[in-house]
C-alpha cells in the first residue's frame, strides 16, 4: 500500500456521460497529481495542485477539470466522455510543490463503451 | 516542452543475467531524473532516481548513470531476479515555480526467465 487511495478502481460508463475519480494523498503530502496512461500514449500529465491551488497544467483537455479540497483530498472530473478517454488515471502525492519522486496511487481504470 | 525517449521496449533475460534500460532526454534545464516500476494491475513505484549534480546512484543491485553532455541516463539491474519481471519507465523533470511535472518514457517490458 503505497498511502495514496484512489476510488473507484475500475469504471465503467457511456459516452457522453461524467465522472468523477477521487485520490487522497499519502498523510502529510500537500501536492496531488494526475496522470492519464493510456496504451499509445504511456503516462501523460494532466494536472497538479498544491495545498489547493492549481500548480502545474499539462495536456489536460477542457471537458476534464480537477481540484483540491481543504482536507487535501483530490477529484478528477470527466465529462463529455468520449470512447478515446478509456484510460487508467493515477493520482500522485508529494510533501512538497516541487516534490521529487512522488508516490503513486493504483489508479481507476476508466471505460467508455 | 521536455521529450523524453526509451529503449529498449521489450527485454528478456534470463535469470542472473544484468538488463540494461537506456533513455535520453532533450531539455537540458532537466535536473532529476526517476526510475518507476509498474507491475500488473498496479501504480508506478519510485525505484532509484538521481538529480543532475550526480553521475551514478547504487542501490544494491540497482543503479543509475547520468550523463549530462549527453542527455541521457541509463538503469542497470544486476543478478536479475523473476520477480524484477515489470514495466520500467523513466522519467525527466525541471522543478520550477510553475510545479513539477514528470515526463516519462514510453515503458520497458522486462521479462526475466528462470
Known amino acids: 500500500d503505497s498511502g495514496v487511495t484512489q476510488t473507484p478502481k475500475h469504471l465503467i460508463t457511456a459516452t457522453g456521460q461524467r465522472v468523477t475519480l477521487r485520490c487522497s494523498p499519502r498523510?502529510?503530502?500537500?501536492?496531488v497529481y494526475w496522470y492519464q496512461q493510456s496504451l499509445d500514449q504511456g503516462l501523460q500529465f494532466l494536472i497538479q495542485?498544491?495545498?489547493?491551488?492549481?500548480?502545474a497544467k499539462g495536456n489536460i483537455l477542457e471537458r476534464f477539470s480537477a481540484q483540491q479540497f481543504p482536507d487535501l483530498h483530490s477529484e478528477l472530473n470527466l465529462s463529455s466522455l468520449e470512447l478515446g478517454d478509456s484510460a487508467l488515471y493515477f493520482c500522485?502525492?508529494?510533501?512538497?510543490?516541487?516534490?521529487?519522486?512522488?508516490?503513486f496511487g493504483s489508479g481507476t481504470r476508466l471505460t467508455v463503451v | 516542452g521536455e521529450n523524453v525517449e526509451q529503449h529498449p521496449s521489450t527485454l528478456s533475460v534470463q535469470e542472473g543475467d544484468s538488463a540494461v534500460i537506456k533513455c535520453t532526454y532533450s531539455?537540458?534545464?532537466?535536473?532529476?531524473f526517476p526510475w518507476y516500476k509498474q507491475e500488473l494491475g498496479k501504480g508506478p513505484q519510485l525505484i532509484i532516481d538521481i538529480r543532475s549534480n550526480v553521475g551514478e546512484k547504487k542501490d544494491q543491485r540497482i543503479a543509475v548513470t547520468l550523463n549530462k553532455t549527453a542527455k541521457h541516463f541509463s538503469l542497470h539491474i544486476t543478478e536479475t531476479q523473476p520477480e524484477d519481471s515489470a514495466v520500467y519507465f523513466c522519467a525527466a523533470s525541471r522543478a520550477g515555480n510553475t510545479g513539477n511535472q514528470f515526463y516519462f518514457g514510453t515503458g520497458t517490458s522486462l521479462t526475466v526467465i528462470p
Open positions: 495542485y498544491y495545498n489547493g491551488e492549481e500548480r
Open positions: 500522485a502525492s508529494s510533501v512538497g510543490e516541487r516534490g521529487n519522486g512522488y508516490t
Open positions: 498523510s502529510g503530502d500537500l501536492s
Open positions: 531539455d537540458s534545464a532537466s535536473n532529476y
